[in-house]
């Protein structure tokens, strides 16, 4: 496996990261996680804004252009043998090296990785789901940015784990329904379309941005609000969304069957409507352009 | 520099961490920040047990016994020409390498790196603070650990920073006093000394313990509790500690002067209390034995 780092595409293997790398000693980076469809990166721009604007937050070096960030996945996928398969990519940007301390030293050189790996698309299963103890931090800028801080989160899937369910809903510290633990969430109510506000804790989802774009385009009533645990439990269809699974329906809840136990027609409607949004975006030419 | 990683001593150059290593990808792990005295670590004992705790709640494979642990911290010193001199160490434990997803991988062997600098002791400086913007989120469990999740410390850190001040002190969701970026507060107040309670988010500091044990075998009434701005605000003396800095002043507080500005008369005990502590355990035969 080839991987992209600072410039270069190395072998797995000869890949090194440095000690004082402070993404791996104080989680200080973020990244991306990205989908290819037969080679193709699905809102590849939209997943290079999203870093570009977290970075600019966290005062993280990233200097790459748009062209140059298309170039590296292009190629990435490239030396994988990936550039007419399906894959999952990651794109991590850390601060760079630094010594002892919190406060990030003047001069230093962001690291930028990217992987990909080979990916067999599946139809996500209808999902049984928990409501995670831990609570989402939505007092923390944090809760709106792809960071690396996402040890809350592996404790919450894997609690949802060892419980035998496929995943789990973080409430935020008010008790409204922030995000899962790698998905936003979405209901199906008697009004339309709903999902937390990003002030809730929510991430800024590329999927979720699609989602909502697709309702609107559709004559689907489609709002931001604040949902609480009883609006939860009351609604119509739950599903997640999420750059690789795309739309994962939601039948169960804190063993509380919803729709009956049956993936919803919403679900189903978003599903086609999401794949022709794919097909579509391909064909008209927003597929990247080969370095 | 030579630094232990896995069972090996490399110089600093020379060590790799892998590029999936969940640590780096994902800030599952956890860490310690300890300091030697002369070549001898204080309270060395009292770490290792965190750790070990931490990383049996993390479900983190920790397998390296109490000798081994004062083996390898022994040779680290010795192998950078510290074993006589002041040092801070940083031992950085990891779940180690796997697949892309959350749930931990079920045959992962951890990353156990450390690391040794010199260190020059100095008078903590009468400090200036703020209060973050930014929340301690003490409905998660990582509020009571030393997890590889310091993104949250580090934008309040950097605030502060900007804003001319030393450190910063964290409110948790509900508006009590936390901590520090990377300390613990105590307050001085007409009752004793306080330090919030650890279910406030605080973590169950090393050094908050031995000033509380100070405290106790000294007659200074001690307490665990619930602080709120107002407490804070009003309070006698504010001190923060950690392992590094020990026992560091607050002589003001969003721009108001605590005890008139002055380092308090409790403050300048404890520091005495705290010199005296490390003298007396290590000519106790608390010093690490050569291994």
Known sequence: MKIYLNGNFISDQDVKIEHNDRGFLLSDGIFETMRAYDGSVFCLEAHYERLTKSAKFLEISFTITLQEFKRIINNLLKANELNDKNASLRVT????????????????????????????????KPSKVIISQIRRNEFSPLSNIKSLCYLDNILARSDANKK?????????????????????????????????????????????KVIMDLCKANNIPVFEQAITEVDLMKAKEVFFTNRLIEIQPVVEVNSKLINGGKVGEVVLLLQKLYKNKIINSFEKNEKIPFA
Request: net charge negative; hydrophobic share 40%; glycine share 10%.
């Open 164 to 208: 035998g369910v496929d995943e789990c809903i973080l409430l935020n510290t008010i008790g409204n329904v922030a995000c899962a633990s790698v998905a936003n969430v979405f209901l199906v109510t008697e009004n339309g379309v709903i999902t937390p506000r990003l002030q809730e804790g929510a991430l800024p989802g590329i999927t979720r």
């Open 93 to 124: 940007l850390t601060r760079g090296t630094g010594p002892r301390g919190l406060i990030p030293p003047e001069n230093v050189n962001p690291t930028l990785m990217a992987t990909a790996f080979p990916f067999t698309p599946s139809t996500p």
